[in-house]
């Protein structure tokens, strides 16, 4: 594919279609009573804000990024004698990074029909709907790593923050609450679409503790509050993208490998996948790197430039690259740069949650064989078929990652279990 070839598409890792002319007179009244002292005053107050902004953000990241230091028979006991492909290939890192197995791997593949207008492309699904029974989705292989940690610094509690229809919010109380957790969320706000509803009904009955904090910022500091507070809370952040879950999509580009080994598919000239917090997107990209595949990871934006960023993708990715490097040298150095990997810019629309005519026509299109929503996956997918349709060239084999869940999600009954605020956003 040519690089910004067409503004808002995919471009090498940088994401194409920014600077966008925003307004930029601002020259009103305002800027003329401005004096020299207040602008000295503003900007110091802004440099002062950007740095201690930096410095919390950085020290979050690295206390949040710290991993290992657990003995290993207390991690092969949370195994139980399971293993994953990572640690297969690379067995030293067994005995320093925390899993316990919740999936059904691999997820299957399978090939989905000729799509008008693209007639030599072959596109191909990889089912990570069904990932676990219980709850399937791609939040599931970061949690294997999340809920061995809890365990093995004995918290009790799991607390994490998302948007009220939140995927990794429910996924957490599943999972955490089928092993015995006291799992805790903190919800925002974000547009009510019919799978939000689904997912809030869901939430509801599944004895996680909810509480409405407005705000992802809310959130954030009400978790704060709650981790002060409470020496027995495991916190995950938002989409549980931090070190350790995104290992678990490294693990995931290796099973992709394997599956091409084995015949199931033809190696995929290009995967599409949802990208949010960026985690799934980051750990793909450097499975994909470590299995040898040519696969080009394309990064679908799902929420504001400010979260879903190139410069995210590739962040994470350098860092858990290095960290399994240093982790157990068998694993090979690598270095991601923004030309490995895309970003699709275009298919966000008005923001996080909000669905566009796209979205609709891509789940339309798939809705016989796949259940998507249009927060996440539709909207990978409509990225994904405009590839297919537009800039593909002929004969490539296109993959598409779905990361919604489709195991059925008991609804509760009542409602109690929800904040009052949330029980009015759903009308009762
Ligand atoms: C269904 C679905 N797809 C994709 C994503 C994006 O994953 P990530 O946050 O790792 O970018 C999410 C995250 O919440 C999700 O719920």
């Given at each position: 594919m040519k690089r910004g070839r067409r503004r808002g598409s995919a471009g090498g890792g940088r994401t194409?279609?920014?600077?966008?002319?925003?307004?930029?007179?601002?020259?009103g009244a305002g800027t003329r009573r401005l004096t020299r002292r207040s602008f000295l005053g503003i900007g110091a107050s802004v440099l002062g804000v950007a740095v201690a902004g930096g410095v919390s953000v950085g020290y979050a990241f690295r206390r949040i990024n710290e991993i290992g230091g657990y003995a290993p028979e207390r991690l092969a006991a949370l195994r139980g004698g399971a293993s994953s492909m990572l640690f297969d290939r690379y067995p030293a890192l067994a005995d320093v990074v925390p899993w316990r197995p919740l999936t059904t791997l691999p997820t299957p593949v399978s090939e989905l029909p000729q799509l008008d207008g693209a007639r030599d492309i072959r596109l191909f699904v990889?089912?990570?709907?069904?990932?676990?029974?219980l709850y399937g989705g791609n939040k599931v292989r970061k949690l294997e790593h999340f809920l061995a940690e809890a365990a093995l610094l004995g918290r009790s509690t799991i607390l994490t923050v998302g948007a009220t229809g939140t995927n990794h919010g429910l996924a957490t109380a599943l999972h955490g609450g089928a092993l015995g957790f006291d799992v805790r969320i903190a919800l925002y706000d974000q547009p009510l679409t019919s799978h939000v509803r689904r997912n809030i009904h869901g939430l509801a009955g599944t004895g996680a503790r909810l509480q409405y904090s407005g705000s992802v910022a809310g959130a954030l500091l009400d978790a704060r509050r709650v981790l002060d507070n409470d020496p027995t809370a495991y916190f995950i952040m938002a989409g549980g993208s931090s070190r350790l879950g995104t290992i678990g999509y490294v693990n995931a580009g290796l099973e992709l490998a394997a599956q091409v080994r084995a015949g199931?598919?033809?190696?995929?000239d290009r995967l599409f996948v949802a990208a949010g917090t960026c985690g799934t997107a980051a750990g793909l990209i450097v499975g994909c790197r470590l299995a040898g595949l040519r696969t080009r990871v394309t990064a679908v934006r799902v929420a504001e430039p400010l979260v879903t960023r190139a410069l995210t993708i590739r962040a994470m990715a350098r860092d858990v690259a290095a960290f399994l490097h240093a982790a157990d040298a068998t694993v090979p150095e690598v270095r991601i740069g923004f030309g490995d990997f895309d970003v699709v810019t275009d298919q966000l629309g008005d923001g996080y949650g909000h669905p566009t005519s796209a979205a609709a026509a891509a789940l339309e299109w798939a809705a016989p064989r796949l259940m998507l929503e249009t927060t996440y996956t539709a909207k990978a997918l409509a990225g994904c078929l405009d590839y297919c349709r537009g800039r593909a060239r002929p004969g490539e084999t296109v993959l598409f990652w779905n990361t919604i869940n489709s195991a059925p999600v008991r609804a509760a009954?009542?409602?109690?279990?929800?904040?009052a605020e949330v029980r009015r956003m759903v009308g009762t």
């Amino acid at each position: 594919m040519k690089r910004g070839r067409r503004r808002g598409s995919a471009g090498g890792g940088r994401t194409a279609g920014r600077g966008g002319g925003s307004g930029t007179s601002g020259r009103g009244a305002g800027t003329r009573r401005l004096t020299r002292r207040s602008f000295l005053g503003i900007g110091a107050s802004v440099l002062g804000v950007a740095v201690a902004g930096g410095v919390s953000v950085g020290y979050a990241f690295r206390r949040i990024n710290e991993i290992g230091g657990y003995a290993p028979e207390r991690l092969a006991a949370l195994r139980g004698g399971a293993s994953s492909m990572l640690f297969d290939r690379y067995p030293a890192l067994a005995d320093v990074v925390p899993w316990r197995p919740l999936t059904t791997l691999p997820t299957p593949v399978s090939e989905l029909p000729q799509l008008d207008g693209a007639r030599d492309i072959r596109l191909f699904v990889k089912r990570e709907d069904l990932s676990a029974p219980l709850y399937g989705g791609n939040k599931v292989r970061k949690l294997e790593h999340f809920l061995a940690e809890a365990a093995l610094l004995g918290r009790s509690t799991i607390l994490t923050v998302g948007a009220t229809g939140t995927n990794h919010g429910l996924a957490t109380a599943l999972h955490g609450g089928a092993l015995g957790f006291d799992v805790r969320i903190a919800l925002y706000d974000q547009p009510l679409t019919s799978h939000v509803r689904r997912n809030i009904h869901g939430l509801a009955g599944t004895g996680a503790r909810l509480q409405y904090s407005g705000s992802v910022a809310g959130a954030l500091l009400d978790a704060r509050r709650v981790l002060d507070n409470d020496p027995t809370a495991y916190f995950i952040m938002a989409g549980g993208s931090s070190r350790l879950g995104t290992i678990g999509y490294v693990n995931a580009g290796l099973e992709l490998a394997a599956q091409v080994r084995a015949g199931t598919l033809p190696e995929p000239d290009r995967l599409f996948v949802a990208a949010g917090t960026c985690g799934t997107a980051a750990g793909l990209i450097v499975g994909c790197r470590l299995a040898g595949l040519r696969t080009r990871v394309t990064a679908v934006r799902v929420a504001e430039p400010l979260v879903t960023r190139a410069l995210t993708i590739r962040a994470m990715a350098r860092d858990v690259a290095a960290f399994l490097h240093a982790a157990d040298a068998t694993v090979p150095e690598v270095r991601i740069g923004f030309g490995d990997f895309d970003v699709v810019t275009d298919q966000l629309g008005d923001g996080y949650g909000h669905p566009t005519s796209a979205a609709a026509a891509a789940l339309e299109w798939a809705a016989p064989r796949l259940m998507l929503e249009t927060t996440y996956t539709a909207k990978a997918l409509a990225g994904c078929l405009d590839y297919c349709r537009g800039r593909a060239r002929p004969g490539e084999t296109v993959l598409f990652w779905n990361t919604i869940n489709s195991a059925p999600v008991r609804a509760a009954e009542r409602l109690d279990a929800l904040p009052a605020e949330v029980r009015r956003m759903v009308g009762t």
